[in-house]
């Protein structure tokens, strides 16, 4: 037996007179254009704060490291672990912005063909085919960006305490 033939309808009249806010209740809207903006946006502005905080306590640790590597304490090891960590924080984010524009692509895969030779091997693609994948998978320019904006703040209490140690 199907359940189709024993379906039970049940209609009730209604003497009410239904008004217009009952009948259009809310129903859960798409967000619109600017809603999506907006948590676009927040999207960013945490994703940039984490990959800040994260670039902050690398700083913070390579000070700390700077300064038990040399065992000393004065003002001037201050300024060399906080040079250290200048230099460092900076020139990571210098690299992944050469990176981007594919400076050193032709460096790169001629050391690692040259190398391959060597050996007897074949790369797997060509240097077009090489160069066409960093284009179309860049590094995040939040990286680059946040890379520069630490270096920055890193570099104001730097310039003091060379001021100051000299």
Known sequence: ???????????????LIEDETVETEKK??????????????????????????????????TFILGLLWQWEWSLMAATDALTLSFALIFFAGWIMFVWNLNILSPLIHGFKTFGLMLVGKRPKTDYYGYMKKIQEDPIPKYYIITCFITAGILLIPLIILVLLAS
């Open 28 to 61: 859960p809207s798409e967000p619109t254009a600017e809603q999506l903006k907006k948590e676009e946006q927040r999207k960013k502005r945490k994703r940039l704060f984490i990959t800040f905080l994260v670039m902050t306590a690398i700083s913070c640790i």
């Open 1 to 15: 037996m199907s359940k189709e033939k024993f379906k039970l309808v049940e209609k009730k009249a209604s003497f």
